[in-house]
């Protein structure tokens, strides 16, 4: 036994003067709430009342960008500039046919009823006809009118060179006057991308063709009849088999693309968002025409006969990830019935009077009440809630159980026959250790939370803003509301009122002797004593350590930043399985993105715009099918204009007639949805002011950032150093991925830099509040090795950095420094040698860290049963927390403790009253073998 003088420091006594202030704030607070509980009941529900008034001000966040792209991101701008200069643009409806050939008369004429069905779509009164994005139809074909008039049948010789009947400016010859009287009578149509073009949709020709036919016009077409804009149909086949001559002869998918139109300005997403925060911009009448699709094509799917139908709306991601985050709420209702069945088993003794059913009820009520002030407190902040905080209440379940655990604990450790008959003089000494060791674990939990909130991440930083008020919420009511409880259900008990009919009383009641017998502590002591602190108990508990944290090492190391949205999806949904067919048989689709202009002097940057395309011809390995007008508008002018716009210097009002006659000529016209002017456009005159230009084009499928991130960045560099100086100077890189892209470019770091900064926090807080130097860098040390641990085996189990993992490990932050700062501290209350202070630490608080442990996992243990990917990540991520939360808390810690453990307070050499687990297991004065 070590009976060495303690010496006396300035640092000990530093921690003297903080410890003996908190155990005296601690007992007068209990003492006080014990002798006026009422008061403080009331007191806390009126605070609950008052607090709840803030939520008046509540707002679920629901506007993706808000969410989950980093505030200083210039993709929020961009995006902004371009819905106001815009003002409209379309999402697309998509219907994929497989089968064995779908150049087949039968499958096309499947297509057409399709296609008959969507166009009789009505959804209170909204049509299709209603909510298509309309384009001009430009039909100056003079050729195919006439063989039209002669034939019942469009047949593939009618487009023959079709395309030279653009290489001349029509306006030119008929005049334009004349040819704008034309243009100005041409109707517009719905934008759809379609095989059945190439027969205008005219069922009845439909009807009669034959595979020959349809192959011929296939081949053969290069303008679409409807439209009259060059169209390639190639790219809407997929798995396309050629002939020895190239030509094709079939296919094995087909893609039918309907365009709806958007208008940005009117779209609302806190009324049509969804609280997933995965909504796309669009409006109550498209949303309510898209779902009468979606109902359509699942019943034109499952009674599909010879091919296989699938379909995407533009709603169908944003339903399927809400419901599949929300979906298993019921799973963790029914875990959260297994930790209250837990809390009760370990709260109660099982016998009629001294079961606190209600006193365990009211534990969780102060995770409820918490939530709530949170709730009101943040919203009259103005701090927005979004999706992710549906994991908060959660949250304060784990830590909040730990303190109620750490509280009944220390209740049951005090030992009754040391002169403490009085109620409050009991709670006192209850709250003189409790208070200040779920004190320090909620300072630490709460500090690495505001820490968190620094990062870039909108989402995430409202996330850590709730969770800290809810933390320090849980840790206020656990120590004034439930203590109040629990000093009434304490006078219950000693009038010897029923546990759940409190109205009666039991007459000489007598607790039947085996509800008496306390099971947790003897475990414990036997398992360490005989097995754990014994030297190849030791020496197991560290190889242990160094293979955990040798393995975990090595995961983290390799884990990788990775996101796919097919993850949110459930596989029995139709988008999962359009998505895999669409990638099955169109692997190089790509992603859809642009390069926007805004008011620049159009005719002084030419040149510069004549160089940006020729370096974007020439990325082929990061880009594809790009639509960019410039190098038709080149060569329109310099065929009928005699101008060469790349070498010749034009005017401000040349290059205002070039570009309207240019964008009402045949060949030009398809790119009108690429522009925007200060006025309107007409035909015959000089086009206004020129405020948003476009380029169209398609990123490559990359397999990852280490892909994708360098290609984003290649176009951006080539866009800035074309070096547009005139003007507002606007220009930039804009796709609904880039959202997605810019976000995943900052989630590593900010996850590490997050995770830094959390443990220097609890390093921090943790001297502050303990004041050892040596037993702070204990808890350090576990929670390093903790999320170490964690990390590497969310490799193993295969996980990747992402927006989820990333909010998943703050989490486990505030779960892991619990475990150990409540060993820590419990150590250094202890007297006797390390090895006899480990043994009565294990014992005296390992109940509470165990109990707190396994009532969280309980509450989870139902999301293990989900197929949603954000609960069955959370389950893995704090399955892993908990796993090795406990392991290096409760065992590698008090190993290292009885080798190398801090001496013991000051306050501690004074002699106090022996708790319970001294008294009954007084082999704890020896050392164990």
Known sequence: MEDKKIKKSVGRKLSAIILLGLESFFYRFGHAVACHPWSVILGCLGFVALSSFGILRFHQEKHPIKLWVPKNSDFIHDTNWLTSKFREGYRIQSILITAPNVLEPQVLQKLQDIQNKVENLNADGITWEDICFRIPVVDFNFKRRKRDVKENLILAEDYVDVEEDFEFDLGSILGYDLYCNIINRLETACMQHSLLELWKFNEQKIHNLTEEKIIKALNRTTVSPVYGHPTDYLQLLGNVRRNETGHVTGASALLSLYMVHIDFMSVNFDEDGNEAGTADWATKPILKWEQKFMDMMEDVSKHAQGIEVFYEAGRSFADISAASMFQDINKLI?????????????????????????????????????????????????????????????????IGVDDLFVIVT??????????????????????????????????????????????????????????????????????????ACFVLDERRIKKNRNCALICYKHRDYKPNPCSEVEYSKPILYTVYSKAVFTKPGKLLVILLTLGFAAVGLRGSLLLKQKFDLNWFLAEDTHLYKFNMERAKFFPDMGHNAGIYFGGLNYSAELPNIHRLVAQLKQEENILKNLEEWYSEFQSYVKLNLKKDISTDIISDDEFSIYISKYLFSPHGSKYQKNFRFDGKLLCGQPAPPVTVASFEFKFRLFDGPEEF?????????????????????????????????????????????????????????????????????????????????????????????????????????????????????????????????????????????????????????????????????????????????????????????????????????????????????????????
């Not at 690495?448 to 840790?475: E, H, R």
């Not at 505030?814 to 202070?837: E, I, K, N, P, W």
């Not at 109940?847 to 999301?863: D, E, H, K, Q, V």
């Open 334 to 398: 029914v875990g959260i019935i297994l930790m209250f069945i837990y809390v009760q088993i370990n709260v109660s003794k099982f016998n009629m009077v001294e079961c606190r059913l209600i006193l365990g009820s009211v534990g969780l009520l102060c995770i409820l009440m918490a939530f709530v002030v949170a709730c009101g407190f943040c919203s009259l902040l103005g701090i927005s809630y979004g999706p992710v905080h549906t994991a908060l209440p959660f949250l304060l379940l784990g």
């Open 709 to 929: 991130l360098p290609a984003m960045h290649k176009v951006k560099k080539l866009l800035y150093e074309s070096n547009f100086t005139t003007g507002d100077r606007f220009s930039t890189v804009w796709g609904k991925i880039l959202a997605n892209w810019v976000t995943d470019e900052v989630i590593d770091t900010e996850l590490y830099r997050n995770l830094g900064l959390a443990c220097i926090c609890v390093m921090v807080c943790t001297m502050l509040l303990i004041v050892n130097i040596v037993a702070c860098l204990f808890v350090f040390f576990c929670v390093l090795l903790t999320l170490v641990s964690v990390g590497g085996f969310l490799y193993y189990w295969g996980l990747t950095i992402d927006t989820t993992t990333c909010i998943g490990l703050q989490l486990a932050t505030g779960l892991c420094v619990d475990y150990a700062a409540h060993m820590c501290l419990a150590f250094l209350s202890q007297t006797g040698s390390r090895s006899v202070r480990a043994l009565k630490t294990v014992t005296d608080i390992g109940p509470a860290i165990f109990n707190g442990g396994i009532s969280t996992l309980l509450a989870l243990s139902m999301l293990s049963l989900s197929h949603a990917y954000i609960f069955t990540s959370f389950f893995k991520i704090f399955f892993l927390v908990i796993l090795f939360g406990l392991f290096y808390g409760t065992l590698f810690l008090p190993v290292l403790l009885s080798f190398i453990g801090p001496q013991p307070y000051e306050s501690s050499q004074v002699t106090e009253p022996q708790t319970e687990a001294v008294k009954v297991y007084s082999l704890c004065d020896a050392e164990p073998s």
């Open 410 to 483: 220390c209740w049951k450790n005090l030992n009754v026959g040391n002169n403490l008959v009085s109620l409050p003089e009991k709670m006192g000494q209850t709250m003189r250790r409790a208070g200040v060791s779920i004190t320090i674990t909620t300072l630490t939990d709460v500090a690495a939370f505001l820490v968190g909130a620094l990062t870039i991440l909108p989402s995430l930083q409202s996330f850590c803003l709730y969770a800290a008020a809810g933390l320090l919420m849980t840790y206020i009511f656990q120590t004034s509301f439930f203590v």
